[in-house]
């Protein structure tokens, strides 16, 4: 099956530093990632969409400035939490996408915990 | 009023019972996945629908794309089926998926 890692699983920093969350397809390359956010007892909410060189497609209410992805080959993409604060601090999740007989397929890593203190 | 709404919020049932949670959502949709999130976090993709039922040892899934509703079963729980289940769709055109707020089930020996 295909599997997607994500590094670190956690981290904690302090506010004001720059956090970089890795994401990769270990067994496929992957046509699209897509980076995750979920806030405690909140569902999961989609931040962007990225594509292998070609800039990311922000949702409405996420600053590009402030979470950069950078999406530099079908195997890896980065989120960097820049500035953190303690309002950033959540559960990060990527997936990313497989077309798959005809269909697209979206295969998830396991998450980072982020703490900003 | 969220796009994909799931019931129950929370679940608890006893070892062996048949369980079903629902997802109903409010746009036209190319797919419809249900997902599984353990305490640390993780998730696990359970199934991928675009018509009709699904099914993997326990686990059913069913979608009617008419009456925009899915459900998933599971037959003889088990306490290790306990869980967070999220409905998840991709709207149509769209790559990202839109989540439900997800069922924590329960399942007591």
């Known amino acids: 099956g295909a599997v997607v890692s994500q590094h670190p699983s956690w981290v904690i920093c302090k506010s004001g530093t720059s956090v970089k969350i890795e994401c990769r397809s270990l067994?496929?390359?992957?046509?699209?990632m897509f980076w995750y956010r979920q806030f405690p007892k909140q569902s999961l909410m989609l931040m962007a969409t990225?594509?292998?060189?070609?800039?990311?497609?922000?949702e409405q209410g996420v600053e590009k400035d402030k979470f950069l992805i950078n999406h530099a080959s079908l195997t890896l993409s980065t989120l960097t939490v820049t500035s953190a604060h303690p309002e950033d601090s959540s559960f990060y999740i990527c997936?990313?996408?497989?077309?798959?007989?005809?269909?697209?397929?979206?295969?998830f890593g396991p998450g980072t915990r982020l703490t900003v203190l | 009023k969220n796009e994909v709404e799931q019931s129950p919020q929370n679940l608890t049932a006893q070892e062996g019972e048949f369980i079903t949670i629902n997802c109903s959502y409010s746009?036209?949709?190319?797919?419809l996945h249900w997902l599984q999130q353990h305490p640390g976090g993780g998730i696990v993709s359970l199934f991928m629908?675009?018509?009709g039922k699904k099914k993997h040892g326990r686990l059913i899934a069913t979608i009617n794309i008419q009456e925009k509703h899915s459900s998933l079963h599971i037959t003889a729980s088990h306490p290790r089926d306990s869980a967070v289940y999220i409905c998840?769709?991709?709207?149509?055109?769209?790559?990202?998926?839109?989540f439900g707020k997800g069922t924590h089930l329960i399942i007591q020996p």
């Open positions: 746009v036209g949709i190319s797919a």
């Open positions: 990225s594509n292998e060189g070609s800039k990311a497609t922000y």
């Open positions: 067994d496929f390359q992957a046509t699209t």
């Open positions: 997936s990313a996408g497989r077309r798959e007989s005809g269909t697209d397929t979206q295969y």
């Open positions: 998840a769709v991709r709207s149509r055109g769209a790559d990202g998926l839109t």
């Open positions: 629908l675009s018509s």
